[in-house]
């Protein structure tokens, strides 16, 4: 029986296994914040180690019949991963209750490969060895790597779905920008380039009748779950996220839902929390916070500035934030603080929420506007 050596790359492996079953016990241990997610986050770390555990017994010793009947069970791992990050994304970023469940029809799939791999177990080691030789087990290793690519590709864009939905809701809902969804954008098109690199294998090999050494799905589902250990190392600093409500159907609302006496009392007492107490100097200002300030519903305020104000509740907050830099700097404030400074004691979480709010308002870049206020 042939055994192969342990080398570097075999220690790195062995090294992410290890690291992968440290950080999910370590994420449920010391962090606190967005709990719920984590608990997925956990799971995927657990199922990336057994994954990437497969990998490394069947390539450390290919002849041991245990080895390989390990690693073609590990292989109905494939199926979990597209439901695990769209579980992992929707708890982290939505607000729902009760909290997101994956639906049993998603595990379909694993049961496929279940009743696959108890199908497999009716010949012997060296009757399945022979079968792959003789070509007789193409057309099931065809049908799964099929069925995974799409399964996966299909849960990479209900994730994209849900970070469109996020960025509105987070307009409706928020007063500043969180830096969640570059965080989820960065796993996204991470997932989506490992499955695309098995998608070009996959038609090298069943298609072109090409077989690529470094590009080839052994090697993709090694390095995946290696990247699922980078997240779950900076999840552990992942400060905590305001998630904002999950809208299941988008319902249109034709009447009024203030009106009359008690509409005119709630923009009377709105106006007077903007100018008088100057609330949207709370960077961490939320739809729900102003709500409780004016003894109301949030969807009360969120039909008000839709429909009376015709803006987001981001954009209406920020536009008095943007006001307040530019009274500030009209008062020659510019001359003793940076602009940063500035744009945080006007209500501003960040440079780039400032940046982007105040180009939005005024239509050009806040330094372009000192500049003109110095030549006037």
Known sequence: MFMQTFGIIDFIVFLGI???????????????????????????????SILLLGKFLYAFDTNNEWFFRIALFIDTLIFVFGPLLYTYCRRLIFNE????????????????????YIWTLTYSHDELLLMMQQ??????????ETSGITFNYYFCYRCYQLIMQYKKGEKDNLSYSQSVLPFLKTILFAATLFFTLWLFSYISSYYLRFYFRYINYKIIWIAFPIFIYIIGFYSLKQPYIFRVPFLKKKTSQNKERVEGKELDTL????????????????????????AKKLNTSPNNISWLLNNIHQCSFYDYINHYRVQEFIKKVEQGEYQKHTLLALSLDSGFNSKSTFNKAFKAEMNETPSNYIKKIRVA
């Open 97 to 116: 209750n009760p909290v997101y469940r994956i639906h049993y029809a998603y595990f379909i799939p694993v049961l496929g490969m279940c009743i696959y």
């Open 267 to 290: 923009k009377k007492n709105l106006e007077k929390l903007m100018v008088d107490e100057k609330i949207y100097l709370n960077h961490k200002l939320t739809l729900l916070g102003l």
């Open 18 to 48: 290890s690291q992968g079953i440290f950080l999910a016990i370590t994420i449920q241990v010391i962090q606190h914040k967005n709990k719920a997610a984590n608990k997925i986050l956990s799971l995927i770390l657990i199922v990336a």
């Open 135 to 144: 070509g007789k087990l193409i057309i099931p290793f065809f049908i799964i």
